[in-house]
C-alpha cells in the first residue's frame, strides 16, 4: 500500500498510511473505545460531507482512480483484523484521508541541525571553533552531494487533538514549533497575549499568507474549508478578486 501510495502523491509519501495504520492500532488497544471513536468525531467533525474535495486536494486530479487503487490495499492491509471491520467501508477510507488531509500537522526535525546547535554553544578556543565549522560545512556538503538538503529533515506528521483546535488567522499571535526536534509540539507567542484572547495560528505557510486576501482565502477554502474572518481579511474585504499570481503577471504585462 506505502509503495503504491508512493507514486502517486508527494514525499512525505508514507506518513499518511502509517497514521491510518496508528489510528486502527490506537482504537483496538483503547480501553475505551467510545472515547477514541469521540476524538475521532471531533477531528471529522468539519470534513463529514467535503471529505471528497479534501482527498482532491490531497492525492491530485486522478484522485477517483487513485483512490479505488488504494481502497483493495487497506482492507487488504487492514482488512483481516476483524476488530476494525466497521473501519473498512470506502466512507470509513475516505474519511481518514479527510481527517488527515484537514489536521495532520507536518512535523520537520533536523537531528543534525541540532547537534550544530548544541555545538554552537559550547565554550571553544578560536582554534576550535574553526575545525569544528569547517567539519561541520564538510558534513553539510557530503550530505547535500548525497541525499540534496531537502532530505535532511526528518518528515512526518501527525494528530493533535488539542493543537487542532486553534483557528487560523492571516496575523496569528502564535506560532506551532518543535523545539525538542521531535514530535513533541509547543506554541509559541507572537505577540502579548491578554487574558481571553483568542490563540490563534497561520495555517498558511510563510510564502502564502503573504499574498493577497483572495489569494489566501482561495487556499484556505481548498484545504480547509472555511472562509477567513480574521481582522487582516475583514480589513483587505474591498480588495479586488485577484490571485497573487494575477497579480504578478500584471505587473509582469506592465513592464
Ligand atoms: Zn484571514
Same mark, same amino acid.
Given at each position: ?11 512525505? !509519501? ?39 474535495? @479534501? ?8 484522485? !477517483? ?33 479527510? @481527517? ?15 547537534? *550544530?546547535?548544541? *555545538? ?11 575545525? *569544528? ?11 547535500? !552531494? ?62 502564502? *499568507? ?39 503577471? !500584471? ?5
Amino acid at each position: 500500500m506505502i509503495t503504491t501510495y508512493r507514486n502517486i502523491h508527494y514525499p512525505p !509519501e508514507t506518513t499518511t498510511i502509517e497514521l491510518i495504520a496508528k489510528l486502527l492500532g490506537m482504537y483496538t488497544q483503547a480501553t475505551d473505545q467510545n472515547q477514541f471513536m469521540n476524538y475521532l468525531r471531533d477531528f471529522q467533525s468539519k470534513v463529514i460531507n467535503e471529505d471528497l474535495m @479534501i482527498c482532491h486536494k490531497m492525492l491530485g486530479p486522478n484522485f !477517483e482512480n487513485q483512490l479505488s487503487q488504494l481502497y483493495p490495499l487497506y482492507c487488504k492491509a487492514f482488512g483481516e483484523n476483524g476488530d476494525v471491520s466497521e473501519f473498512m467501508t470506502p466512507q470509513a477510507f475516505k474519511t481518514f484521508f479527510a @481527517i488527515i488531509g484537514t489536521n495532520g500537522q507536518g512535523i520537520g526535525t533536523s537531528p543534525f541541525a541540532e547537534w *550544530v546547535k548544541n *555545538v554552537s554553544e559550547l565554550k571553544l578556543s578560536n582554534d576550535e571553533r574553526v575545525a *569544528v565549522e569547517s567539519l561541520i560545512d564538510d558534513l553539510y556538503q557530503k550530505m547535500d !552531494e548525497k541525499t540534496g538538503l531537502a532530505f535532511l529533515n526528518n518528515e512526518g506528521s501527525a494528530l493533535y487533538v488539542t493543537q487542532s483546535k486553534i483557528n487560523h488567522s492571516c496575523v496569528p499571535n502564535a506560532v506551532i514549533t518543535f523545539p525538542s526536534s521531535d514530535h513533541t509540539l509547543s506554541l509559541l507567542a507572537l505577540d502579548d497575549i491578554k487574558c481571553g484572547d483568542e490563540i490563534t495560528i497561520s495555517y498558511l505557510d510563510d510564502c502564502s *499568507v503573504g499574498r493577497s486576501r483572495h489569494s489566501r482565502q482561495k487556499d484556505l477554502m481548498e484545504n480547509y474549508l472555511f472562509v477567513c474572518r480574521c481582522p487582516k481579511c475583514e480589513e483587505q474585504i474591498n480588495d479586488p478578486d485577484v490571485t497573487s499570481d494575477e497579480e504578478e503577471e !500584471e505587473e509582469m504585462d506592465e513592464e
